[in-house]
């Protein structure tokens, strides 16, 4: 065999049976194998690849059983004569002029590459001091509960639930577990009919901004705000408006009054955490109703709030159906489960139903049916309140850490529950080149400047979350940043 195949050091983290299975495969189908003689045998393979014996045995036996080997009597193990030749073309030798192909800058109707995003590393796990904002503490997450969930999805009778394609309809389970149990948390009572399953906030705002925005809708955003949402709106050509905030939340006055939608995160706003209050709920949908702007309300990280009594979702009262309700389970449950819900009048769900079938037909039905047994079966409550008994105890590290190292930083109070503290640094420092010097020591932070929506943003914010790292870490964690925060402010 190739001694790339062989030679190549496995990774810590995954099943040592998998990764040499799937190199034998890759070797298959590659062409890469002689298909007239046997494999090595399962003794002297597991020597080459310094594992056990019992390990290469198993990898054979489950290619057998895979349609890849043929075992044969006394020879060992041949490659099945249906994998003879690799599915692969050959190309190579065919000669290529560069100069021909199109060019492709010159045809790009929209370029959503040129867009600012928020910059998350991909390693972040291997930062001591990780106060990343998105993520989940992965050994908290119920993995039995959830493979419990997978097995019934799996199982003869549960195939039938998911297997077929359901064009445009959503998983009924998961529609009625949403209506039944999620929805009537946040007060919000609603029919099948008015709910839409989506892949996420942002997908169930691009539907939005594809059915309704054009050059002549005014949408206002709060400022700062979700920057995603400020970049779907913009690649639809929306007349943005850039709404300032204060402790109560979005800035309700005449320039909204103009808009025909506004775009709202009440519950902990994007990013600093505001929760609105009550009474400026109230004034933002007296407004929406006389000047008829209809509201967006994205319930960003309300599952997880820790309050004892939070504000019920504005949705909860919407006599006038004139608001779009966005919800999701990625901060409560997982980011990379991408399972997000619309709630609004059903001739809208009807319509971003219609569009999100040319789209993509409908969220992974799998995913849905375990999510919903995940949610039916009680796990998801009972998670729930774990998650929120471990962010209450980080919230209240975290706090003390903050007042105690870096006291003038805190932008607010920490009443509404948020899972992120939003800081103000002196004037004259790059909270970017900060991250920097952070990162090189094993603290990572989110500079703030990405989530100002105008052109000139101001450098000296930040946001630290805690939803990642380990309690105990928190306080010298937060002890370091003010360390080298102090090398920055002696410059």
Known sequence: ?????????????????????????????????????????????????????????????????????????????????????????????????????????????????????????????????????????QEYFPIEHWRDCARRTLSTTGLTDWLHDRIDIDDPMLVEQLRTRLLPKRGIYAEPEEILVTIGTQNSLYLLANLLFDGNTRVALENPGFRDAHSIFQSFNADLVLQSLDQEGIVVDDQLASCNYIYVTPSHQVPTGVEMSRSRRIELMDLARRSNAVLIEDDYDAEINMQDNPIPAMKSNDPDNRIIYLGSLSKSMSPGLRIGFMVADEQLIAEARALRRLMYRHPASNNQRQTAYFLSLGYYDSYLRKLRTLYFNKLVRMEAALKEHLPDLMTRDVRSGASSFWLRVAEGIDTEQLSWATARE???????????????????????GFSTIPTHKIEPGIAKLKTILDRFTDL
Do not use: C
């Not at 062989?6 to 040592?16: G, H, K, Q, V």
């Not at 041949?78 to 030749?85: D, E, Q, S, T, Y």
């Not at 094993?442 to 630290?464: C, D, K, M, Q, W």
């Open 442 to 464: 094993g603290v990572l932070i989110e500079p703030g400047a990405v989530h100002f929506l105008n052109t000139s943003p101001p450098r000296n914010y930040l946001r630290l």
């Open 1 to 137: 065999m190739n001694d790339h195949y062989l030679n190549t050091p496995f990774a810590d983290d995954r099943p040592l049976q998998q990764q040499i299975q799937e190199r034998l495969v890759d070797a298959i189908l590659g062409g890469h194998l002689p298909v007239d003689t046997p494999l090595p045998s399962s003794r002297k393979l597991a020597a080459q690849m310094k594992v056990s014996r019992n390990t290469i045995v198993l990898v054979y036996e489950r290619m057998v059983d895979a349609g890849y080997l043929l075992p044969s009597k006394r020879r060992g193990y041949f490659i099945a004569p249906a994998f003879h030749n690799p599915d692969m073309i050959d190309i190579r030798d065919k000669p290529s002029n560069g100069d021909d192909s199109p060019e492709w800058p010159e045809r790009f109707r929209l370029q959503p590459s040129q867009y600012q995003t928020i910059v998350k590393p991909n390693q972040w796990q291997q930062y001591e001091y990780p106060f990343n904002y998105g993520q989940i503490q």
